[in-house]
């Protein structure tokens, strides 16, 4: 079983700042987390890469780099996404994302996992 757990999400005014966690809990397995991203979506548009971080490195969109940063908690298998100088066209359900590898018994595999979803909504 694997679970990713988003929390943060709400209700801020343009320029402030919010600050999202998401917490991968696995169970029944040994696990690896490669990967870990963020991505949003609103009504009616595809889901798009807000940034990941992998490896040791970051990438971000060019529409928030600079106010948002993506940082990992490997210890706590928790990303976070630090939300700063929030515009209203920020405003979507914003979703984790991890490719965690796993095995148990000699098999295994690397899966894609998503969170359900926090809204985030940034309006005066």
């Known amino acids: 079983q694997v679970q990713l757990m988003e929390s943060g999400g709400g209700l801020v005014q343009p320029g402030g700042s919010l600050r999202l966690s998401c917490v991968v809990s696995v169970s029944g397995s040994s696990f690896s987390i490669n990967a870990m991203a963020w991505y949003r979506q609103t009504p009616g548009k595809q889901r798009e890469l807000v940034a990941m971080?992998?490896?040791?490195?970051?990438n971000y969109a060019d529409s928030v780099k600079g106010r948002f940063t993506i940082s990992r908690d490997n210890a706590k298998n928790t990303v976070y996404l630090q939300m700063n100088s929030l515009k209203p066209e920020d405003s979507a359900v914003y979703y984790c994302?991890?490719?965690?590898?796993?095995?148990?018994?000699?098999?295994?595999?690397?899966?894609?996992?998503w969170g359900q979803g926090t809204q985030v909504t940034v309006s005066s």
């Open positions: 994302n991890a490719a965690i590898r796993r095995w148990s018994g000699g098999i295994g595999g690397t899966g894609n996992y």
């Open positions: 971080a992998s490896g040791g490195s970051t």
